[in-house]
């Protein structure tokens, strides 16, 4: 098991930027896969970005070009430097761990941040 914690969100006009961090109570360096979400009102939670244990991204295409996703695994965080922000972004981001063990998948979740962009 793993707990998450996200801090980082704040309420920031449009254009401006944002970092969010994710701290894990145990050692990232054998999570397969960790990631952001986000919910907004009224939607379902959403993929963001997500990056694996070598390194490979993926970013969801509302956000490419914008946010980056990054771990350091010797301090247990993985990053979301979110660029450019628009009142779209806004909604709840969540950091999300998965774990892939013989043949199945295993995720954690933090309780959230909130992220607020104004027009």
């Known amino acids: 098991q793993v707990q998450l914690v996200e801090s980082g969100g704040g309420l920031v006009p449009a254009g401006e930027s944002l970092r969010l961090s994710c701290v894990a109570s145990?050692?990232?360096?054998?999570?397969?896969?960790m990631g952001w979400y986000r919910q907004a009102p009224g939607k379902q939670r959403e993929m963001v970005a997500t990056?694996?244990?070598?390194?490979?991204?993926n970013y969801a295409d509302s956000v490419k070009g914008r946010f980056t996703i990054s771990r350091d695994n010797a301090e247990n965080t993985v990053y979301l430097q979110m660029n450019s922000l628009e009142p779209e972004d806004t909604a709840v981001y969540y950091c999300n761990a998965m774990f892939l063990r013989l043949g199945a998948s295993y995720n954690f979740w933090g309780q959230g941040t909130q992220v607020t962009v104004s027009s």
């Open positions: 990056i694996t244990s070598g390194g490979r991204t």
């Open positions: 145990r050692s990232i360096f054998s999570i397969n896969v």
